[in-house]
């Protein structure tokens, strides 16, 4: 084997496993959303090659806000689907852009960019 064929064999299995880690790693922590006596619970969630948070708890029967901060001008990542609560809502590069919703029932409900690749959860207990 000559050493092209080497190299593009070690970049393959590098990009295959790069690929795997990303979409099947654990996810990271849920970071609960404060409970204030008045007003939306409120998380900010940054939109750079995914979320981050991307676990975000809220609780079930009050107002939520999710800030969402666009910092890439990807084309995947220029929409968030809440399908749950039938919101679709554009985001503009490097502005915030807030979502509300009043989740009323407990669960797990998914939100995604338009394309579906990038994933996150909403959390209601």
């Known amino acids: 084997m000559d050493p092209t064929a080497i190299g593009v064999t070690v970049g393959g299995v590098a990009l295959a496993i790069g690929v795997n ?3 099947f790693a654990p996810r990271r922590a849920a970071v609960v959303a404060p409970a204030p006596a ?3 619970q409120e998380v900010r969630i940054v939109v750079r090659d995914g979320y981050a948070p991307d676990v975000v708890e809220v609780r079930a029967g009050r107002p939520v806000r999710l800030v969402f901060h666009r910092e890439e001008v990807a084309g995947c990542s220029d929409t968030v689907l809440l399908p749950a609560w039938g919101i679709t809502q554009r985001l503009p590069a490097d502005q915030d852009t807030a ?16 394309m579906h690749m990038l994933r996150g959860k909403v959390v209601v207990r």
């Open 21 to 23: 880690l990303y979409f």
């Open 38 to 40: 008045s007003g939306p």
């Open 99 to 114: 979502v509300e919703f009043t989740p009323m029932t407990p669960g797990e409900y998914e939100f995604t960019c338009g």
